[in-house]
C-alpha cells in the first residue's frame, strides 16, 4: 500500500502545474542553486597516445591518396596569332615599244605581262596603228623591242635582199620560206612557235620547232637572227 501511493504520488505531481517561486522568499536560494558539480573530462596516457596515433594514421592515408592521384596534364598552348607569309617580290621586265603607239619609250612591267599591257602603259595605240601585224597575247621578256606597225606601212621582215638577215621573231610567213629547207609548213611551225612562247631569244631555239633539226639549223645560222 505504501508503494502506492509513492507511485500515485510521484504521477499526481507530473500532472501539477508548476508554482511560481518567490525568491525573495526564505529558502528558495537552495531551489536556485545548482545541485550538479562541473565535469571535468579526463585522458589518459594511453587513449592520448591512441588519438595521435589515429591522427598521423589519417595524415600519412592523405599524403598517400594525394601521391596516387594522376598529375594534371598541360595542355600545349596554341599560338592564335598566324604568322602571315612573306610575300615575294615578282620579276620585273623592261621593254622598248615603239611604233603606232602614243608614247613610244622603255617601260617596265611584271615578268608575266602581255605586251598588250605593254602597249598601253606606252600611251596606247594610235588611229592608224595596223594590230594585225603584232601579236598582242603573247608574253614579254626582258629586253625586247616591241614594233607596232603603222597601217599601209609593211613590217621589219628583214628579208635577205635588204642585205640583211632575217628576224625570226618579226618576218612573216613568205620570208621565212626564202631561208634554205624551210618550206610552208616549216615556215607555219615558226611563227606558231614565236606566238605561242615569245620571240626567239637565240638561233638555237629553232630546235624546239617541230620538223627542224641540227641540219636545217646548220643552213640557216648565218642567215637569221633571234
Not at 142 to 159: F, H, K, M, N, R
Request: charged share 20%.
Amino acid at each position: 500500500m505504501e508503494i502506492a501511493q509513492t507511485l500515485w504520488d510521484i504521477l499526481d505531481h507530473k500532472r501539477r502545474q508548476p508554482e511560481i517561486v518567490d525568491s525573495r522568499e526564505p529558502g528558495t536560494r537552495e531551489h536556485f542553486a545548482s545541485s550538479g558539480r562541473p565535469v571535468r573530462w579526463k585522458l589518459g596516457a594511453s587513449a592520448a597516445t591512441v588519438l595521435v596515433a589515429g591522427i598521423l594514421v589519417l595524415v600519412v592515408a592523405a599524403q598517400f591518396a594525394r601521391s596516387l592521384a594522376p598529375e594534371a596534364e598541360h595542355l600545349p598552348v596554341v599560338a592564335t596569332d598566324t604568322p602571315v607569309p612573306e610575300q615575294r617580290s615578282e620579276e620585273i621586265v623592261v621593254v622598248h615599244v615603239v611604233g603606232a603607239v602614243n608614247t613610244p619609250g622603255v617601260v617596265s612591267l611584271p615578268a608575266t605581262s602581255r605586251v598588250e599591257d605593254a602597249v598601253l602603259l606606252a600611251g596606247g595605240v594610235r588611229d592608224d596603228a595596223e594590230l594585225a601585224g603584232v601579236n598582242l597575247a603573247r608574253v614579254v621578256f626582258d629586253g625586247e623591242q616591241i614594233i607596232v606597225p603603222v597601217i599601209g606601212e609593211p613590217t621589219a621582215t628583214g628579208e635577205i635582199s635588204s642585205g640583211g638577215p632575217i628576224s625570226l621573231s618579226t618576218s612573216d610567213q613568205a620570208t621565212l620560206e626564202t631561208l634554205p629547207r624551210i618550206g610552208p609548213a616549216t615556215a607555219q611551225r615558226i611563227i606558231q612557235w614565236r606566238e605561242a612562247h615569245g620571240p626567239f631569244r637565240s638561233v638555237e631555239d629553232l630546235l624546239a620547232v617541230s620538223g627542224i633539226g641540227p641540219a636545217t639549223l646548220d643552213g640557216v645560222r648565218s642567215l637569221v637572227v633571234p
